[in-house]
């Protein structure tokens, strides 16, 4: 089904027939997906579970702040609903292919998403800045397996690290790296690694995939006061960034955060 009739969600119209298209999509996206949720029952009543995995989808995939948990039909959460368990055929990589289709692999910026351990030393890290009065900016937490993919092999052939031709193929993303020249290969995956704002070249498989690192940005004025796990208090200066200032990564580690020096944002379990 490519449309909808009416809205589908909270405070939506409802027609069983517009709810069921949306769960038999909604059942396409989770089982592609890294959460554990059971598969909906396509019952056409817009129900509690319904309702969370749409709000879910928008948070995830639409990367909605707010989301609102209501489908409209030609709205933006159906046009990237309505991908999910369709026939997809596959399409050159460009920035076209960009727009058209990553927000189908989720980067999310959620702490809520890290894996349950590393949750409980990222929290009370991210507490203590907040007391400390630092300015903390969250860009990655989990990672799915795909996006990795597409930002890797967008760095690698646009730095012809690999020929296009040569590039594997990987399941559920439709995409083709070879335009048949070089040139336009090239190109295109500059594109993509321009937008994907690729500074350094991506891992295949790294922590963020298994929920076990966050990228963020810490800043602070003048000299930081701060308390470590133990609760010793800890005076951070200049630098007046988390990038490079080790003070600041000893306290880090205390937590069971550990900096990736390479890697300016990068923290993780275990500094890789």
Known sequence: MNTLKGSVGQNGTNDPDDVRAVQTHLNAWLAKTALALSPLTVSGLADGETQAAILNFQKRVGGMKTPDGRIDPGGTTWRLLSVWGSDRVASLSGADWWHANQARFPNSRSVDDLDAGFQACVRPFLAALKDAGAS?????????????YIMRYSWDVAKQLIRPAEVPAMDGVDIIWDHGNLV???????????????????SLNTRHNKGLAIDM????????????????????????????????????????????????????????
């Open 136 to 148: 903390v900016s969250i860009d990655t937490t989990f990672r799915s397996l795909q996006r990795a």
């Open 184 to 202: 336009a290969s090239v190109k295109a995956a500059k594109e993509m690694a321009a937008l994907f704002g690729i500074a350094f070249r991506p």
């Open 217 to 272: 940005d810490i800043r602070w004025s003048g000299t930081m006061s701060i308390r470590d796990k133990a609760g010793k208090t800890a005076l951070i200066g200049a630098p007046n960034n988390g990038a490079f200032n080790t003070a600041l990564h000893r306290v880090g580690a205390s937590y069971g955060l550990i900096k990736l020096l390479t890697d300016r944002p990068h923290w993780s379990d275990n500094g890789h």
